[in-house]
T-cell receptor, first 113, second 112 residues
Framework: DAGITQSPRHKVTETGTPVTLRCHQT?????MYWYRQDPGHGLRLIHY???????DKGEVSDGYSVSRSKTEDFLLTLESATSSQTSVYFC????????????FGPGTRLTVL | GNSVTQMEGPVTLSEEAFLTINCTYT??????LFWYVQYPGEGLQLLLK?????DKGSNKGFEATYRKETTSFHLEKGSVQVSDSAVYFC???????????FGTGTSLTVIP
């Protein structure tokens, strides 16, 4: 299995509070992704990174920001959490372009009350 | 645009039955195609892939053939087991934008 960890694995927070989720990889892959998974929507891309300090928006980026200061870490921040951001968040990594498979972390279940 | 359409679930089968989960896609350019499986409480695991037309991906008894003429990548297994119960996602990957596009997933339950 690809070495991908996510922290925390579960989090409950209140509306309006900031939240940061961490993805850590040990594979030295260039590309990293953040998705959210919601019933009826499958997986939707939030942001992705194609190198250190290089990031771009995905399909559902509003309300989220990301940072990648090291190859191995990709942080997702909810500046002011809302109930609509209650979801399961997955990190993924890929060695090369979108033509190549992505490997997924175990997920973080976030509940915003 | 780019998109993936999967058959609606949930799907319930008896053990040893034949499985087909339909997947069709729309893509600009020449995508790679993937099937992922997700067991309860876990992340997605790559099941199989195909990178060009007429390629057949296979793994653990599952197969899918990349059909460019019908823009399809249907997942099949000849004899399902209870342990195959999971959610299956079809996905396409493109070089442009470095992105993946996922279907909404098909839930499979196999009963003894």
């Amino acid at each position: 299995d690809a070495g991908i960890t996510q922290s925390p694995r579960h989090k409950v927070t209140e509306t309006g509070t900031p939240v940061t989720l961490r993805c850590h990889q040990t594979e030295n892959h260039r590309y990293m992704y953040w998705y959210r998974q919601d019933p009826g929507h499958g997986l939707r891309l939030i942001h992705y990174s194609y190198g250190v300090k290089d990031t771009d928006k995905g399909e559902v980026s509003d309300g989220y920001s990301v940072s990648r200061s090291k190859t191995e870490d990709f942080l997702l921040t909810l500046e002011s959490a809302t109930s609509s951001q209650t979801s399961v968040y997955f990190c993924a990594i890929s060695e090369r372009t979108g033509l190549n498979e992505q490997f997924f972390g175990p997920g973080t279940r976030l509940t915003v009350l | 645009g780019n998109s993936v359409t999967q058959m609606e679930g949930p799907v319930t089968l008896s053990e040893e039955a034949f499985l087909t989960i339909n997947c069709t896609y729309t893509a600009t350019g020449y995508p790679s195609l993937f099937w992922y499986v997700q067991y309860p409480g876990e992340g997605l695991q790559l099941l199989l892939k195909a990178t060009k037309a007429d390629d057949k991906g296979s793994n653990k008894g599952f197969e899918a053939t990349y059909r460019k003429e019908t823009t399809s990548f249907h997942l099949e297994k000849g004899s399902v087991q209870v342990s195959d119960s999971a959610v299956y996602f079809c996905a396409l990957g493109l070089n442009t934008g470095n992105q993946f596009y996922f279907g909404t997933g098909t839930s499979l339950t196999v009963i003894p």
